[in-house]
């Protein structure tokens, strides 16, 4: 089963830029930028994680998010709250309302997937695997363990990411930017040959065996695919 992220936002750029992401790590999304929309939406189905800005036109976050909570269908639906800075006194009202969670713009994208997974993890566990294998590589997100061949292997926290963000959409090719946003998040500013340092890093904690990183000449990385046939 795949899970389904609903997210509500009216900054295009961040709702395309939020997708990505989501997709990135293999969830189906859907996106609508007005809160009436939305409820209409929620109304015909109901994903298993909504991320809910907090200033929309139609109904605001907080109204809509009011209003699912007192919905049957919709009472235990996660609800991430997306607020601006100038929003962040209500907070406090933000979670009265209902959410399980808020962010603060301008918020760091790996943070808020480690978020998404943590939240969907404790309300639909059998959606989020704790454990990615792939040929003989088995990374464990909840106790940050790689072990290879039943080996444990020492990365570190920066490779470790990049292992496990690269893992999760096998063969699917990441430039070094798109690497740099989901690894090391929008507001780090580091120079993409960084992303190559890491890259060998990983590839020499990896060990001896196959390279699973592929190098894919003038777009960047992926996780070989072929790799996860046992050869
Ligand atoms: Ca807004």
Redesign the pocket.
């Known amino acids: 089963m795949i899970p389904k992220v609903m997210i509500v936002?009216?900054?295009e750029p961040l709702s395309l830029m939020l997708r990505y992401n989501l997709e990135a790590e293999g969830y189906t999304v859907d996106a609508v930028m007005r809160g009436d929309d939305a409820e209409v939406r929620l109304r015909e189905s109901v994903p298993d994680l909504l991320l809910l800005?907090?200033?929309?036109p139609g109904i605001s976050?907080i109204e809509l998010c009011r209003r699912l909570r007192s919905r049957e269908a919709t009472r235990s639906l996660p609800i991430i709250m997306?607020t601006?800075r100038g929003e962040e006194s209500e907070r406090i009202r933000g979670l009265a309302t209902g959410a399980d969670d808020y962010v603060v713009k301008p918020f760091s994208v790996p943070e808020l997937m480690a978020r998404v997974r943590a939240i969907l993890r404790r309300s639909k566990p059998e959606l989020i695997a704790t454990i990615l294998r792939a040929g003989d590589i088995e990374l464990d997100r909840e106790t940050h363990r790689i072990r290879r061949n039943g080996r444990e292997l020492h990365l570190g926290p920066t490779e470790f990411r990049l292992l496990e963000y690269l893992m999760q959409s096998p063969g699917r090719v990441f430039s070094r930017a798109q690497l740099l946003d989901g690894v090391w998040g929008r507001d780090v500013f580091v120079d993409e040959r960084t992303v190559d340092v890491h890259v060998g890093r990983l590839r020499k904690a990896l060990g001896r065996g196959r390279d699973p990183i592929r190098t894919v000449r003038g777009s960047g990385y992926s996780f070989d695919e072929s790799f996860l046939v046992p050869a």
């Open positions: 936002e009216d900054e800005d907090w200033m929309l976050g997306l601006a």
